[in-house]
């Protein structure tokens, strides 16, 4: 079965300090791993998905399969990075797909 | 451009209530999707549409159904109120050759 964990549920860091927001998960088959984003009640946001690499707002996450592991990182953390973090996995389906999602790691950024 | 809207945003139901949350896309998105959010658990999806005519449950579906009423608009319904689906219910909308949720506003639904 498909299955994200984010062990963390808080993380605490100073402003200017690296951070790491764990996942891990368990798939099968070719997994496409994704962060979202969601502030202080706003919608979820897509932040970025392993397959473009890209780099949003300073945050990269490698995807690791020999550990099963998607971390999101950032050299140094800002206020404005303060919110709730999901991992999320794709799950393939007949002309759709679903996404499981972790159950999120709120971050705190203290001043 | 709007994307996801959801409506209500808020709602106070009493038990045994009825109630329907709509959601509709603006970006011809095939599939759709109802999520709930709840504190410690994260997100759950409670039905799905991959494609316009179509619904299949999720990993909660008990006391909702769904109406797929045309490629925009996907409706999640609550028959009978009851306080365990007190929640935030999220809207999404994607498109499976690109990968992505776009999500709407949310709504905040107290069960009394």
């Known amino acids: 079965a498909q299955r994200v964990t984010q062990p963390e549920k808080l993380l605490s860091v100073f402003k200017g300090a690296p951070v790491e927001l764990k996942c891990n998960y368990s798939y099968s088959g070719s997994p496409e791993l994704f962060w979202y984003v969601q502030y202080s009640r706003q919608r979820l946001q897509l932040l970025l998905r392993h397959i473009s690499r890209e780099s949003i707002k300073g945050f990269t996450a490698d995807l690791n399969k020999g550990e099963t592991s998607f971390h999101l990182k950032k050299p140094f953390a800002q206020e404005e990075d303060s919110a709730m973090y999901y991992c999320?996995?794709?799950?393939?389906?007949?002309?759709?797909?679903?996404?499981?999602f972790g159950k999120g790691t709120k971050l705190s950024v203290i001043p | 451009n709007a994307g996801v809207t959801q409506t209500p945003k808020f709602q106070v139901l009493k038990t045994g209530q009825s109630m329907t949350l709509q959601c509709a896309q603006d970006?011809?998105?095939?599939?759709m999707y109802w999520y709930r959010q709840d504190p410690g658990m994260g997100l759950r999806l409670i039905y799905y549409s991959a494609s316009e005519g179509t619904t299949d449950k999720g990993e909660v579906p008990n006391g909702y159904n769904v109406s797929r009423l045309n490629k925009r608009e996907f409706s999640l319904r609550l028959e009978s109120a009851a306080p365990s689906q007190t929640s935030v219910y999220f809207c999404?909308?994607?498109?499976?050759?690109?990968?992505?949720?776009?999500f709407g506003s949310g709504t905040r639904l107290t069960v009394v």
């Open positions: 999320a996995l794709k799950r393939p389906g007949a002309g759709s797909y679903q996404l499981t």
């Open positions: 970006m011809n998105h095939n599939s």
């Open positions: 999404a909308s994607s498109e499976a050759r690109l990968g992505g949720y776009t």
